[in-house]
């Protein structure tokens, strides 16, 4: 499953940010949070490091590859 960046919709996304609620790949990520200092603290999810089924939400329950940071 590949995920396009939101931010450039060029690169491949490598990493999403649930308060951003964002798909983001590598370049943007560090451009969007660098940015200041509330965006730094967003706790973001590498997607390589995902399972290969999603499990879903505890709180949503949706399947999306979204998953909420609150799962672990
Ligand atoms: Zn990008
Ligand atoms: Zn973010």
Not at 31 to 48: D, G, I, M, T
């Amino acid at each position: 499953m590949k995920i396009q960046c939101d931010v450039c919709e060029k690169a491949p996304a490598t990493l999403i940010c649930c308060a951003d609620e964002a798909a983001l790949c590598a370049n943007c990520d560090v451009a969007v949070h660098a940015a200041n200092k509330l965006a730094s603290k967003h706790q973001r999810l590498l997607l390589e490091s995902l399972p290969n089924k999603f499990p879903r939400c505890d709180i949503c329950q949706a399947s999306s590859y979204m998953l909420c940071l609150d799962y672990t």
